[in-house]
Antibody, heavy 123, light 109 residues
Framework: QITLKESGPALVKPTQTVTLTCTFS??????????VGWIRQPPGKALEWLAL???????RYSPSLESRLTITKDTSGNQVVLTMTNMDPVDTATYYC???????????????WGQGTLVTVSS | SYVLTQPPSVSVAPGETARITCGGN??????VHWYQQKPGQAPVLVIY???DRPSGIPERFSGSNSGNTATLTISRVEAGDEADYYC????????????FGIGTQVTVL
């Protein structure tokens, strides 16, 4: 059974850096084709993809946010960390950790999602 | 940048068919995935690779993709289908990125 869970601060101040951790189980990030990513959703708005790290260590970022994002996987093998710098109130959102697996041909979906963690940016 | 266009809302009576469109330039050449999101919950994958259903998703959910439009169809709509639905693709047109539509709110009358 694949599960993912996000953790991090619920409240950050403008200009601060936020670190979000995704702790997962039920799969290995070393398996060919697997990826773990982050997607956010401001209150009442649409989903927005942020970043993804693949089984081979390759990282991809949203072009509009790339300069502020860093995604890493830790050596324990079951955590992925996202850091976002220079936080602003517009970054207030629920941040989801997601699993990208291989189930067919073509680009692959985000089949498993964490419950999400709400990050509020306010002074 | 690549844009996916969805109608903001669709209303349907119970037992009828809901069709949610997702427009994009040559979207038929991409794999489209659809997610259902109910209030206060994380999204759930309901259709992947244009028309495949993950296990546990009712057969009432189906998908198609051709030309510039992908479509999610919900047959015999039930009250429990009321939710927001998002389409998603991987776009490599300029800067590679995952793209979501704005979402369509399905209301069951």
């Amino acid at each position: 059974q694949i599960t993912l869970k996000e953790s991090g601060p619920a409240l950050v101040k403008p200009t601060q850096t936020v670190t979000l951790t995704c702790t997962f189980s039920g799969f290995s990030l070393s398996t060919d084709g697997v990826g773990v990513g982050w997607i956010r959703q401001p209150p009442g708005k649409a989903l927005e993809w942020l970043a993804l790290i693949s089984w081979d260590g390759f990282r991809r970022y949203s072009p509009s946010l790339e300069s502020r994002l860093t995604i890493t996987k830790d050596t324990s093998g079951n955590q992925v960390v996202l850091t976002m710098t220079n936080m602003d109130p517009v970054d207030t959102a629920t941040y989801y950790c997601v699993h990208r697996g291989v189930y067919g041909s073509g680009s692959h979906p985000f089949k498993y999602w964490g419950q999400g963690t709400l990050v509020t940016v306010s002074s | 940048s690549y844009v996916l266009t969805q109608p903001p809302s669709v209303s349907v009576a119970p037992g009828e068919t809901a069709r949610i469109t997702c427009g994009g330039n040559s979207i038929g050449s991409k794999s489209v995935h659809w997610y259902q999101q109910k209030p206060g919950q994380a999204p759930v994958l309901v259709i992947y690779y244009d028309s495949d259903r993950p296990s546990g998703i009712p057969e009432r959910f189906s998908g198609s993709n051709s030309g510039n439009t992908a479509t999610l169809t919900i047959s015999r709509v039930e009250a429990g289908d009321e939710a927001d639905y998002y389409c998603q693709v991987w776009d490599t047109t300029v800067d590679p990125r995952y793209v979501f539509g704005i979402g369509t709110q399905v209301t069951v009358l």
